[in-house]
């Protein structure tokens, strides 16, 4: 891999600057076909594949029935609901018959399109060639698996992973999984949206001086994992001129970024402590125009001249996580490569679940939008709608559950501040010890405060157990990730706020 290479980025460039960045298992991951399911001369009688014929389904048609709004408690379903019919021949572009039966490892075409036409309109990679021949999408069982492929992909004993010193940690295991070794790098934990996240300086000097400093035994790092945008634990979003900076790092050092984002579409705008519950997503001037081009945070795909991150996206947060139904979007070559892990073992993605959610999305097209746009048109509107609809309730859950906890005595007694979220489904609280003493008590006095909390009937995450390394980030592991997510309704996450107040000052006053 070469640095800010300003080749054209066909094909033949693209394996020759990335075959030597992928893991040595990949030359041996070669799936022995033994026939070729291309298309047949007319009038040849299929009896090759082992496909059962589609009148063995024990399922003849699907209705779904699609809610226009999350939390609809319309009881009138026909207002408020729409709906899609799938049989075994209809609809044309995607029936049963198509979805339930084996298909290509990619995914099936019609979501395929669906997805790659979103990428190219909200995060069109810079590296792109006209005709968007450079770039792909390839559908995947749910970011956890598209990671497990990505990571199987680059990664054996000789690489260095760098992961956000708290994280999603499943990542680690499935980094770990290939031998390779997890550096942590240092994040701001702040408010303050233009500094918080990634410390891009303390990511420099490492880098910079990786010979002489702590990691000098291990390779330099080939990859970056990051969750960017409404980051896991801690809710918060690397800025732009962040992004820039860790991009130009990534030339200049030579490593791949890998940007796993479930939580991009559900954008906080800043908490207003004056009107605490006011929520612009209901104004009517956020459009979808207004949306993607000021609330959402660009991926490093739009940076991305030398074709060097991969995109994880996933319908989990959005649509549904039991589906396992997400997408990976990287250059065409390193793509291809991660095809060929996957055609050997998990093949293509469920086949309903892609049925389930194109047919979705194209029948809240069908039933929201005026007929006179093209169907591709009206289906992104759609579903941008939907998504829409999805953030400012998770905003609207933020702001309920910022001004319960700013209205504990434990608050303001200031015994804990709050990490307001820039995006994403978490909170983190951090505890404000006046006399810690020894900061390696952290992890068993949060141990303690864990049991006190779930006395006082709360459960939470702990934010040393998200750690990738506890020695590290000792000093500032002692916060609480709560999601916002799970509640059933705005009460429910008022009563817990309480519950954490309660718990956070029976802790002060009675375990210490
Ligand atoms: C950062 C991150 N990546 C991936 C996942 C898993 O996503 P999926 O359900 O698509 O596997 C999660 C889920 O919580 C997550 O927080």
């Known amino acids: 891999m070469t640095a800010g290479s300003t080749a054209?980025?066909?094909y033949v460039s693209l394996k020759k600057?990335?075959?030597?960045?992928?893991?040595?298992?990949?030359?041996?991951?070669?799936?022995?076909?033994?026939?070729?399911?291309?298309?047949?001369?007319?009038?040849?009688?299929?009896?090759?594949?082992?496909?059962?014929?589609?009148?063995?389904?024990?399922?003849?048609?699907?209705?779904?029935?699609?809610?226009?709004?999350?939390?609809?408690?319309?009881?009138?379903?026909?207002?408020?609901?729409?709906?899609?019919?799938?049989?075994?021949?209809?609809?044309?572009?995607?029936?049963?018959?198509?979805?339930?039966?084996?298909?290509?490892?990619?995914?099936?075409?019609?979501?395929?399109?669906?997805?790659?036409?979103?990428?190219?309109?909200?995060?069109?990679?810079?590296?792109?060639?006209?005709?968007?021949?450079?770039?792909?999408?390839?559908?995947?069982?749910?970011?956890?698996?598209?990671?497990?492929?990505?990571?199987?992909?680059?990664?054996?004993?000789?690489?260095?992973?760098?992961?956000?010193?708290f994280t999603f940690t499943p990542a680690i295991s499935n980094v770990e999984a290939t031998g390779a070794t997890v550096v942590p790098i240092k994040i701001n934990l702040s408010v303050d949206r233009q500094s918080q996240g990634v410390d891009v300086d303390c990511l420099s000097e490492l880098l910079?001086?990786?010979?002489?400093?702590?990691?000098?035994?291990?390779?330099?790092?080939?990859?970056l994992y990051t969750i960017a945008t409404g980051q896991n634990p801690t809710g918060m979003s690397v800025p732009q001129w962040k992004r820039e900076k860790i991009y130009e790092l990534a030339q200049r050092h030579d490593f791949l970024i890998v940007e796993d984002d479930p939580y991009g579409y559900l954008y906080f705008p800043p908490f207003d402590p004056e009107n605490p519950?006011?929520?612009?997503?209901?104004?009517?001037?956020?459009?979808?125009?207004?949306?993607?081009?000021?609330?959402?945070?660009?991926?490093?795909?739009?940076?991305?001249?030398?074709?060097?991150?991969?995109?994880?996206?996933?319908?989990?947060?959005?649509?549904?996580?039991?589906?396992?139904?997400?997408?990976?979007?990287?250059?065409?070559?390193?793509?291809?490569?991660?095809?060929?892990?996957?055609?050997?073992?998990?093949r293509a993605p469920s086949g309903a679940s892609q049925a389930i959610v194109y047919s979705t999305i194209r029948a809240m097209a069908e039933s929201n939008m005026p007929s006179s746009l093209p169907l591709k048109e009206l289906m992104f509107e759609s579903w941008m709608q939907w998504i829409m609809q999805i953030a400012s309730k998770y905003n609207h859950r933020k702001n309920v559950t910022l001004k319960a906890l700013y209205e504990t005595e434990s608050y303001q007694a200031g015994q804990f501040s709050v990490m307001e979220p820039s995006a994403g489904m978490f909170i983190i609280i951090k505890i404000n010890w006046a006399n810690l003493g020894n900061p390696e008590d952290i992890p068993q006095q949060m141990d303690k405060l864990d049991e006190v909390l779930v006395k006082n009937g709360?459960?939470?995450?702990?934010?040393?157990?998200?750690?990738?390394?506890?020695?590290?980030?000792?000093?500032?592991?002692?916060?609480?990730?709560?999601?916002?997510?799970?509640?059933?309704?705005?009460?429910?996450?008022?009563?817990?706020?309480?519950?954490?107040?309660?718990?956070?000052?029976?802790?002060f006053e009675n375990y210490r």
Request: aromatic share 10%; glycine share 4%; hydrophobic share 40%.
């Open 8 to 10: 054209p980025l066909d």
């Open 17 to 165: 600057k990335f075959q030597p960045v992928l893991s040595k298992r990949v030359e041996n991951r070669h799936l022995k076909s033994f026939w070729n399911p291309s298309k047949l001369p007319d009038g040849v009688i299929e009896l090759a594949g082992g496909m059962p014929h589609e009148k063995f389904f024990p399922i003849e048609a699907i209705d779904l029935k699609i809610s226009k709004t999350p939390f609809n408690e319309n009881p009138k379903w026909h207002d408020s609901f729409t709906t899609a019919h799938l049989d075994l021949e209809s609809p044309g572009e995607l029936p049963i018959a198509r979805s339930f039966q084996y298909a290509e490892t990619r995914g099936l075409p019609p979501l395929l399109h669906f997805t790659k036409d979103m990428v190219a309109r909200i995060n069109r990679p810079a590296f792109s060639d006209k005709t968007d021949s450079n770039w792909d999408v390839i559908l995947s069982g749910g970011s956890n698996d598209s990671m497990y492929k990505v990571f199987e992909t680059l990664c054996d004993e000789t690489t260095t992973v760098m992961i956000e010193e």
């Open 208 to 223: 910079e001086n990786w010979s002489t400093g702590p990691y000098s035994h291990l390779n330099k790092p080939r990859v």
């Open 277 to 346: 519950l006011d929520n612009p997503y209901q104004s009517s001037s956020v459009t979808t125009e207004r949306y993607l081009n000021e609330f959402l945070m660009k991926s490093f795909l739009t940076l991305d001249t030398d074709a060097r991150v991969i995109r994880l996206e996933t319908f989990s947060k959005i649509f549904a996580p039991g589906l396992r139904l997400s997408f990976i979007v990287a250059n065409r070559f390193i793509l291809e490569k991660v095809l060929e892990l996957a055609d050997i073992t998990t």
């Open 458 to 507: 709360v459960k939470l995450v702990l934010g040393y157990k998200m750690a990738v390394s506890l020695e590290y980030s000792m000093q500032h592991s002692d916060f609480l990730r709560l999601t916002i997510a799970y509640a059933k309704d705005d009460n429910q996450l008022i009563e817990a706020s309480k519950r954490i107040g309660n718990g956070i000052k029976d802790f």
